[in-house]
Structures are given as C-alpha cells and as structure tokens.
C-alpha cells in the first residue's frame, strides 16, 4: 500500500454475520481470495491479525474490499477488525 492516509468505511452486507469493509487502497492488484482459517492466511499479516480475533471464520479480499465473516455477534467487533495491528 502507498503512504497516503488509509481511509476505511464499514458496510453492512445482506448476511448478518459478515461486514465489508472498502478501503481507499487497492487490497489485491488481480483476483480475490477467501481465507478460512489462520493456516490459510499464513503470510498475510493483515488477515492473520484478524483470525487471531474471536469467531472470526472467513475474510475474503477482492481488489480494494475486504469482508469478514463472523459467527457471533458485530457489536464491537467493527473497531476490532480496524484496529488490528497489520
């Protein structure tokens, strides 16, 4: 990702247990890509810092979007996923 100032807006998405968060910066440059597990983001600091929250069971990437997908409940975890280290 550049330099410039990271911007991130919250979106609701039809499941109630996944959110998607747009960035101002690409994600991915080509394709998309679904992580289930921590294993399956081995590497990818970003989307292993989020597995390491609870009930986390999926992020998927696609160009400038990432949505989470959580078996519990959302209130809260929004400012989680955000502030994750990566």
Known sequence: MSTQEVMIR???TPNP???KFIINQPLKKSGKVTYRSHDE???VAMVEDIFNLENIVQVFLFQNTMTVTHNGEWDGMNSKVLSSPS
Do not use: D
């Open 10 to 12: 919250a979106q609701r």
């Open 17 to 19: 247990h996944a959110m």
């Open 41 to 43: 983001a081995a590497g």
